[in-house]
Nanobody
């Protein structure tokens, strides 16, 4: 089992920045891919970014079109966290953001939420105009 806990959500004005962090515990040595998804009530969960955590995809990063150029996913080895730095935030970025972990090195299916076995409880991000 892997447990994920997110932090760093909050309220910010349009154009501002937030950094989300995800701490993993449990069988973390088995994690191969970590990612961030977001969801707005009434809409499907959507992919934000992913990073290879172990195996042959270690360090590989992938972004959704809306995140590329504004968001940065990274690994903080000292803290053992998966971080998502979000810059130039827009009101349409308002959502609950979820950390996800997969035991598989995802190469082509990293954007599919069904490929992730473990999920955090989510952290809320609100961007006002």
């Amino acid at each position: 089992q892997v447990q994920l806990v997110e932090s760093g959500g909050g309220s910010v004005q349009s154009g501002g920045s937030l950094r989300l962090s995800c701490v993993a515990s449990g069988r973390t040595e088995s994690v191969a891919t970590m990612a961030w998804f977001r969801q707005v009530p009434g809409r499907e969960r959507e992919f934000v970014a992913a990073i290879g955590w172990s195996g042959y995809t270690t360090g590989n990063v992938r972004y959704s079109n809306f995140a590329r150029g504004r968001f940065t996913i990274s690994r903080d080895n000292a803290k053992g966290t998966n971080d998502l730095l979000m810059n130039f935030l827009r009101p349409e970025d308002t959502a609950s953001y979820y950390c996800a972990a997969s035991l598989v090195s995802l190469k082509n299916t990293f954007a599919s939420d069904s490929r992730y076995e473990y999920w955090g409880q989510g952290t809320r991000v609100t961007v006002s105009s």
